[in-house]
């Protein structure tokens, strides 16, 4: 692991000066394009993107708050900097079907002399990316979305980024342009819950969601997400400014094997991950709107659907154990939805 170590030493910028690793990029050439999209431009410039998205990567995750937007509101000086003390790989893998591309992250830890922590291997958040897109689920606050058509949905993708256990979190639309080898993704104003960063690892409690402003850039070995966020205070339906962030996730392409433990991991674990997103995809097309509400006294929804993955795992190469274990995920999803909301699939 002397790559991390270096890491360490002279931060990302540094590694970058340094060039790339030798590593080819992966390119979109080993997936295969719907017949009925073979020769769109739109089409084809975004799974390049994607593509190139794929793989091993040192990243680096770092958020701060620029500006107070409320009387009375002291900006927050603390910078959210993931590789405080270790160093977080992520080995972020593909599952195509037609016109919809997923990115699932696999994330891990190695500490400050390189030493990989097992105990922090997760299957960390997904992207669900879908060209020309017919409609898409936009936040409304207080843990509930709606889902909305997309007029003219021609040359754009939507990009779904999910919470640990697939369900939803926030989703937005644009287009994939080029600037010379940059491939470039925007997406403003997309309102969203407050992230896990800032409740878990910030113990931010005074304010619900963010107003997001997304920028991600394509290189073809490494490529960053920049965000300008607003915080908002949302109270019923009014919605107040907190403060301004600015955000970057950066993710350096390193060796494959580099990845070897997540590799690993996602092996021994898919078949219940595909059955999970699966299960939520055909809840999602029933749906015109989603609302999550925890039981009292319930642990996170994702902590139930983790659980069940260790008990139902061994059974999934059964077809009565997949049948069972896709039932007992639906039970979960509905405990944690309103009464009157829900409905059998």
């Not at 708050?65 to 959210?80: C, I, M």
């Amino acid at each position: 692991m002397q790559i991390i170590l270096k890491f360490a030493t002279w931060g990302l910028a540094g590694v970058l000066a340094m060039g790339t690793w030798g590593c080819a990029t992966r390119g979109a050439a080993g997936w295969k394009a719907p017949p009925e999209l073979a020769g769109d431009a739109d089409f084809a410039r975004g799974r390049e993107a994607l593509a190139r998205m794929e793989g091993c990567f040192l990243v680096d995750y770092n958020f701060h708050e620029t500006k107070s937007l409320a009387q009375g509101y002291s900006r927050d000086e603390r910078v959210y900097d993931v590789n405080q003390k270790k160093s977080v790989l992520e080995w972020i893998y593909p599952v195509e079907e037609g016109k919809k591309i997923r990115l699932q992250h696999v994330l891990f830890a190695l500490d400050e002399q390189g030493k990989f922590n097992e105990d922090s291997l997760l299957r960390h958040q997904a992207e669900d990316w879908e060209y020309a897109p017919a409609s898409y689920f936009e936040y409304q606050g207080q843990s509930r979305w709606k889902k909305v058509r997309v007029e003219k949905p021609q040359g754009q993708w939507a990009r779904r980024v999910t919470n640990l256990d697939d369900g939803l979190r926030y989703q937005c639309v644009g287009a994939w342009v080029a600037h010379g080898q940059r491939l470039e993704w925007d997406c403003g104003d997309n309102f969203a819950p407050i992230p896990g960063r800032e409740t878990r690892d910030m113990k931010r409690s005074d304010y619900q969601a963010l107003v997001r402003s997304t920028h991600l850039v394509s290189f073809p070995e490494h490529f960053v997400e920049r965000q300008k966020n607003v915080k908002t205070v949302v109270t019923g339906d009014e919605r107040k400014q907190l403060a301004e962030e600015v955000g970057r996730n950066w993710y350096l392409r390193l060796p494959e094997k580099e990845c070897q433990q997540a590799v690993d991991f996602v092996k021994q674990r898919q078949a219940y991950w595909r059955l999970l997103q699966e299960t939520w995809a055909e809840l999602f097309e029933q749906v015109d709107g989603f609302t999550e509400v925890t039981p009292p006294e319930a642990p996170p929804r994702f902590m139930k659907l983790m659980e069940l993955e260790d008990e139902v795992l061994p059974r999934l190469a059964d077809p009565a154990g997949k049948a069972e274990a896709k039932k007992r995920i639906l039970e979960i999803i509905q405990t944690y939805r309103p009464a009157d909301t829900v409905r059998a699939p």
